[in-house]
């Protein structure tokens, strides 16, 4: 009502008829923990180290990566002006998405619709190791195998000097 009665026209809306000057940004674009989501930093459980410093929430299930809605922006809560869910430490469960909010897991993990953080940071989801490959292996042989050899030839001319060194003037 007030953006008609501001600007004498409708707000352009998104396909579900949502305003987009609300509804246009997800939640993840413009969330204050966002720093910490791309250099890898996570909460992994309640009140942990992650917790308490301000890390991102997304592996406690934050659907703000999945989520449109200008909470961010607008610090929207009930819990007092300057706060707001994801600010408090609480994940977002993505009450204004169809098919997210009060239908999926509350910690299963979002989708990340727009963005993946760089290859060079540490994985969202850590993989179990698997053990070396071959050619791993045989690297770390070759090296091994190449620290071994200089060793023994260092060895053996450090004996040869003392052995040098030992004998008496003549
Ligand atoms: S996953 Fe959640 S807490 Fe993390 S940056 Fe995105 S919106 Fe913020």
Redesign the pocket.
């Known amino acids: 009502m007030l953006y008609f009665l501001t600007l004498n026209k409708l707000p352009e809306v998104d396909e579900q008829k949502r305003p987009k000057f609300a509804y246009g940004r997800l ?2 674009e413009n ?1 204050e ?2 720093a ?2 791309d250099a890898g930093r996570f909460a992994i459980d309640f009140g942990d180290d992650g917790h308490r410093k301000g890390w ?3 592996k406690l299930g ?1 659907k ?2 999945e989520t449109y809605a200008n909470c961010p922006a607008v610090l929207f809560g009930d819990v007092g002006p300057g706060a707001w869910p ?1 600010g408090t430490g609480a ?2 469960f993505g009450c204004t998405e169809k098919g997210i909010g009060f239908t999926k897991g509350i910690h299963q993990l ?1 989708e990340l619709k727009t963005v993946t953080p760089p290859v060079t940071f540490p994985k969202i989801v850590e993989e179990k190791g698997t053990g070396m490959t071959v050619a791993a292996a045989a690297v770390a042989a070759g090296v091994l195998g190449a620290a071994l050899g200089a060793g023994a030839v260092a060895m053996r001319s450090m004996g040869a000097e003392s052995e040098g060194e030992s004998e008496a003037p003549k």
Do not use: D, K, M, Q
Request: include cysteine.
């Open positions: 939640i993840h969330c923990r966002r910490h989501f991102c929430l997304y934050c703000g990566p994801v994940p977002c979002a």
